[in-house]
């Protein structure tokens, strides 16, 4: 069986659907960026210099506690398809997969962590869960980043913190990002307030790929964008108490007001939405993830009734371009994706 195949054909852990605030709260991701003491940063790293970070990295994490059983790939030995799966399963970023020279990943069975070697900083180890569990992954990435510094030492300043390749990552080192599912605003032409209230806040908003994506699926993630000066606790404070709740509760009086004051309107997206992806022959990934979108807003207003969450959320990963040449066990061409991607869903949801 070659790379991947299997893991394609389930759901990742930060797309189970529970957790607090899970109707509207995605997931919740904690990433470090760390850089090893005595090494330039990447930019400036020659190929021998990558090979050998790559191997000391690599044969740390082995040896480190509590990381035992990672899965562990080879970027470079890797095929396009394969890294394109690992990016849509949000194991590695964009650059990571298009990057050149050694560069390796490890993750554990569910997906809940993982670690980028030699992506922009030489390791950026991040936990991912379903739902709000900002508190839960910074203990677990807390106690990985801990293990880890027992077998390596990073690059630290006593005044500036973590030395990062990015400015914006100086101090804690820490990006935390949550993603959020918000139909209702966008229906209710309000998205743009909430955008501009964050941007206000100093927080980066990107799509569903981080970024420089769009927003697919009225997904979206928001992160801090500066670390210097802050503790790890008081940004994930922030994020739990204020940022995410204000948001939530804008998302959900946007829901109350389509169901007391545009209910027509509301149905109405959500039942072409249901017809379309039961009746398509051919779509595309982008108009899938907005009709999934569509229908994730119907079950969790409470007018879907026959749908399972569990099935929207697999959708929403089966249906992107790698996985869904991986479940097909071939190359295929943009309409031979589009036609596959419609039989899936139509499949799918006739099951329901």
């Known amino acids: 069986m070659k790379p991947l195949d299997e893991v394609t054909r389930q759901a990742s852990e ?12 995605i997931s919740s991701r904690i990433r470090l960026a760390r850089n090893v003491r005595g090494y330039v940063f990447l930019s400036r790293a020659d190929a021998d210099t990558r090979t ?20 562990h790939l080879d970027l470079e030995r890797l095929d396009d398809l394969d890294r394109a799966v690992l990016v849509e399963r949000h194991l590695i970023s964009r650059q990571h997969a298009e990057g050149s020279g050694a560069r390796r990943v490890a993750f554990d069975g569910n997906e809940v962590a993982a670690l980028m070697i030699n992506e922009e900083d030489h390791l950026r180890v991040q936990v991912m869960r379903s739902g709000l ?3 839960q992954a910074w203990e677990q990435i807390s106690s990985i980043d801990d293990a880890l510094q027992e077998n390596l030492e990073f690059a630290f300043h006593p005044k500036y913190g973590y030395l990062t390749a990015c400015p914006t990552n100086v101090g804690t080192g820490i990006r935390v990002s949550v993603m959020l599912h918000l139909p209702a605003l966008r229906l209710t ?46 940004i994930i404070e922030d994020f739990r108490d204020a940022i995410i709740p204000r948001i939530v509760e804008y998302e959900r009086a946007a829901r109350t007001s389509l169901l007391k004051n545009r209910l027509h309107a509301l ?31 119907g079950v969790h207003t ?5 749908i399972e969450l569990q099935t929207l959320n697999e959708l929403f990963l089966q249906t992107q371009p790698a996985h869904l040449q991986k479940l097909q066990g071939e190359r295929l061409t943009g309409e031979q994706r589009s036609y596959v991607r419609a039989s899936l869903i139509r499949a799918r949801l006739s099951r329901n």
């Open 133 to 135: 569990q900002l508190d």
């Open 267 to 297: 149905d109405d997206k959500i039942w072409r939405a249901l017809g379309t992806l039961q009746n398509a022959r051919l779509i595309s990934s982008s108009e899938a993830m907005q009709y999934l979108s569509h229908l994730r807003m």
């Open 189 to 234: 032409n309000e998205l743009e307030k909430v955008f501009q209230a964050a941007k206000e806040m100093r927080l980066a908003i990107r799509g569903f790929h981080g970024e420089g994506t769009e927003a697919l699926g009225d997904l979206f993630q928001i992160s801090n964008q500066v670390t210097l000066g802050r503790t790890e606790i008081e």
């Open 14 to 25: 930060w797309l189970r659907g529970v957790g607090p605030l899970s109707d509207i709260v």
């Open 52 to 71: 050998e970070l790559a191997e000391l990295l690599q044969a740390a994490i082995r040896r480190s506690r509590d990381l035992e059983g990672l899965v």
């Open 302 to 306: 409470g007018r879907l009734k026959n």
